[in-house]
């Protein structure tokens, strides 16, 4: 078992050094940015560490560090480096997030280049996403051929054909979007959808109804619109309306009394 390190001893002109590193913190920044003595910090033998606060409007709750060191055997102490360091409450930049992960679908705009990795899990060298018994004599990847965009270098994988499906399945697009809980049928009966290519064909198409919101946009077979086009406007009503028969209210009739007299008189 290797023996505990011990502590550097304290350099005593590292540690009065308070001075020095105060008119070097000052010309890094202003006289007037560099406010009381924090601490000194023991880094290492002759290597000391002293603190400032940061006055400087720009950087609240940051301090200048300063960073002292005695030579072996020398008398004069020097400066090794001098930063700002952030303490609590200081205002930092965010922690970088590298390009790939910030990136958002409809970030890419005109003019924009997103480049493709080599190693990207979602292609595949289209020359070898089928077994050999489907290479033709001269070893072309028959599956390839017949895929439009002939020629292609890389076709999608089955990662990248997964990953495709699930963020359809569960966007707008999908089953579960308010538009398709109400829509009147689904998808997968409507005469304007279009079924697309290869394995996802069996869960996604096209809409092709200009009147729809999903027009142009991939859907899935189970979602659906109000714009189906098996709906029909309601038949007419061409039966009689009943009459409605007021048996609550009444009408109140005034009799001329002239003319219920003389109707008494001709009937006798």
Not at 15 to 43: C, M, N
Not at 121 to 142: C, I
Not at 213 to 219: A, C, I, L, S, T
């Amino acid at each position: 078992m290797s023996p505990s390190r011990r502590s550097p001893v304290p350099d005593k002109a590292c540690i009065d050094a308070v001075d020095l590193a105060r008119s070097v913190a000052a010309e890094v920044g202003r006289p007037d940015w560099v406010g009381e003595h924090l601490t000194a910090q023991v880094e290492d033998t002759r290597l000391v560490t002293h603190y400032f606060e940061c006055l400087d409007p720009s950087y609240p709750g940051w301090t200048y560090a300063v960073t002292v060191v005695r030579a072996s055997r020398a008398k004069d102490v020097t400066v090794n480096e001098v930063v700002l360091l952030p303490g609590e409450g200081a205002l930092t930049a965010p922690e970088w997030v590298p390009w790939k992960e910030r990136l958002r679908p409809g970030d890419v705009g005109v003019g924009d280049l997103l480049p493709t990795e080599e190693d990207d899990e979602r292609l595949v060298p289209g020359y070898a996403q089928v077994p050999d018994s489907e290479l033709d004599a001269e070893g072309m990847d028959k599956q390839m051929v017949w895929e439009l965009g002939l020629g292609r270098r890389q076709v999608l994988s089955e990662v990248g054909r997964e990953q495709a499906a699930e963020r359809w399945y569960n966007g707008e697009a999908g089953p579960r979007s308010p538009i398709a809980a109400a829509a009147p049928a689904r998808c997968t009966t409507c005469g304007f959808l279009t079924p697309l290519a290869g394995e996802l064909r069996q869960m996604f198409g096209v809409c092709t109804n200009e009147f729809a919101p999903d027009d142009g946009k991939v859907v899935s077979l189970d979602h659906g619109c109000g714009a189906h086009s098996e709906v029909r406007r309601p038949a007419p009503q061409n039966e009689p309306v009943a009459p409605v028969v007021d048996e609550v209210g009444y009408d109140h009739i005034v009799f001329d009394d002239t003319a219920e007299l003389e109707l008494v008189s001709s009937d006798s």
